[in-house]
Nanobody, 123 residues
């Protein structure tokens, strides 16, 4: 059974930082590209960042480029997202998701998503 469990969210002031993690199990983590997506209240799902299976290629949405950093530890089956210089508009539920097909890049779809971790940016 595929499981994705996010952690690390919380309340932070504008300009602050957070570190999100996603513990993956139930599949060959090192064979799949992974994604961080987010959903703000009343808005649609936004693909925030993607990383290929080996961690050598990354992609960021323009809204977070230069502020967020995606990484992965294949030895520990863990995906990370470092959030710096946070803005109020970054407030959202953040989810990690598994790419649909092993070994593909760029990634265009996912098949599993975790329950999410809430990030709230407010003064």
């Amino acid at each position: 059974e595929v499981q994705l469990v996010e952690s690390g969210g919380g309340l932070v002031q504008p300009g602050g930082s957070l570190s999100l993690s996603c513990a993956a199990s139930g599949f060959a983590f090192s064979s799949y590209a992974m994604i961080w997506v987010r959903q703000a209240p009343g808005k649609g799902l936004e693909w925030v960042s993607r990383i290929n299976s080996g961690g050598s290629f990354t992609y960021y949405a323009d809204s977070v480029k230069g502020r967020f950093t995606i990484s992965r530890d294949n030895a520990k089956n863990t995906l990370h997202l470092q959030l710096n210089s946070l803005k109020t508009e970054d407030t959202a539920m953040y989810y990690c998701a598994k790419g649909r097909y092993a070994g593909t890049w760029p990634i265009t779809s996912y098949d599993y998503r975790g329950q999410g971790t809430q990030v709230t940016v407010s003064s």
